[in-house]
């Protein structure tokens, strides 16, 4: 009969004194950080390209921006004399029930026409008169800063 050198220890030698390994109770949010502020910089660099609408060349005006709080309805004549809202091309007959349709503040809603300095300005009086006949009433020009 002999006497056993680990009696003490039921998992023997060395093994025994090892620290179990513990679930971490913390988040580690360094990766997280690195990767919104790579996005920040993705969705700064890229939001002006996003906001380009109906390509115009625009005249040249001098004048005050008007400050709006809201985006308004744009309806845009290019100088083929394609007529758009916003960017879907409609029909000259067409704007007054589709500006209904979408406008959420009512008659009331802003409405900016952005006509192509090469367009005549019958065309654009046509896009403006239909708006009125839809009974909205503030209709604005666009036009660019001159200098």
Do not use: C, W
């Given at each position: 009969?002999?006497?056993?050198?680990?009696?003490?220890?039921?998992?023997?030698?060395?093994?025994?004194?090892?620290?179990?390994?513990?679930?971490?109770?913390?988040?580690?949010?360094?990766?997280?950080?690195?990767?919104?502020l790579v996005l920040l910089i993705i969705f700064m660099v890229a939001a002006p390209l996003l906001t380009v609408?109906?390509?115009?060349?625009?005249?040249?005006?001098?004048?005050?921006?008007l400050?709006?709080?809201?985006?308004?309805?744009?309806i845009s004549v290019q100088r083929d004399g394609k007529i758009y809202l916003q960017e879907t091309q409609?029909?000259?007959?067409?704007?007054?029930?589709?500006?209904?349709?979408?406008?959420?503040?009512?008659?009331?809603e802003p409405i900016f026409v952005r006509g192509d300095k090469g367009i005549d300005y019958g065309t654009v009086m046509r896009v403006m008169g239909r708006i009125k006949l839809g009974g909205f009433n503030k209709v604005s020009l666009v036009t660019e800063s001159e200098g």
């Open positions: 009969m002999g006497a056993s050198l680990n009696a003490g220890r039921p998992g023997g030698g060395r093994r025994g004194r090892a620290r179990r390994h513990v679930p971490m109770h913390e988040i580690n949010v360094t990766p997280f950080v690195d990767v919104m609408g109906v390509p115009l060349e625009l005249p040249e005006t001098k004048g005050e921006q400050q709006s709080s809201k985006e308004p309805l744009t409609v029909n000259l007959d067409e704007i007054a029930a589709k500006l209904k349709a979408i406008a959420k503040g009512g008659y009331d």
